[in-house]
């Protein structure tokens, strides 16, 4: 079981929005920058959001990150099929001094 | 262009040892922290260990400590991980990835596969 918790699964239509939540702790998500990637089953991990809310160049503004206390949220917003994925977040944790995944999110577009 | 070309991945028996290395270019990797993480069949992303931009600073997953052992050499721009006394839960997809500590992950190399088994 992740220290950092996420929904297994969440799903909305093309064109919708959705949001992914990761719930964390005062010694992670409260006190470190949360980072976001998308994980395209069979290929690596690619980095959407870094330092809780940047998008690396060449992401899509239709991906958003933020935090509040010891819980972070992805949005994704205009959902494409080619948005289908495991979403995971990531941070440091000072108490464990470990960087922490998520236990992932798959995003079906229905 | 930044890529990370990982190699070294194969099959071994339990209790083997494997070197993993990472070749980085196209930016100073003397400046930047760097990491290893993993995902076995079907599972979710772990990470495994980072080692700061000089080298003199590392961390390891709690599975991992006392077995792994991150190095990385700035004059050939490469990253290493040594595993000794593998186990068949360490059988995963191993990645290289430019970054650590809260500043994430920011490029992955495509990744190199280890199988534990007799």
């Known amino acids: 079981q992740s220290v950092l918790t996420q929904p297994p699964s969440v799903s909305a239509a093309p064109g919708q929005k959705v949001t992914i939540s990761c719930s964390g702790s005062?010694?992670?998500?409260?006190?470190?920058?949360v980072s976001w990637y998308q994980q395209v089953p069979g290929t690596a991990p690619k980095l959407l959001i870094s330092e809780n809310n940047k998008r690396p160049s060449g992401i899509p503004d239709r991906f958003s990150g933020s935090k509040s206390g010891t819980s972070a949220t992805l949005g994704i917003t205009g959902l494409q099929t080619g948005d289908e994925a495991d979403y995971y977040c990531g941070t440091w944790d000072s108490s464990l001094s470990a960087f922490l995944f998520g236990g992932g999110t798959k995003l079906t577009v229905l | 262009e930044v890529q990370l070309l990982e190699s070294g991945g194969g099959l071994v028996q339990p209790g083997g040892s494997l070197r993993l290395s990472c070749a980085a270019s196209g930016f100073t990797f003397a400046n930047y922290g760097v990491s290893w993480a993993r995902q076995a069949p079907g599972k979710g992303l772990e990470w495994v260990s980072s080692i700061s931009g000089s080298g003199s600073s590392t961390d390891y997953a709690d599975s991992v400590k006392g077995r792994f052992t991150i190095s990385r050499d700035n004059s050939k721009n490469t990253l290493d991980l040594q595993m000794n006394s593998l186990r068949a839960a360490d059988t995963a997809i191993y990645y290289c990835?430019?970054?650590?500590?809260?500043?994430?992950?920011?490029?992955w190399g495509q990744g190199t596969t280890v199988t534990v088994s007799s």
């Open positions: 990835a430019k970054g650590w500590k809260d500043f994430g992950m920011d490029v």
């Open positions: 005062s010694s992670n998500i409260g006190n470190k920058y």
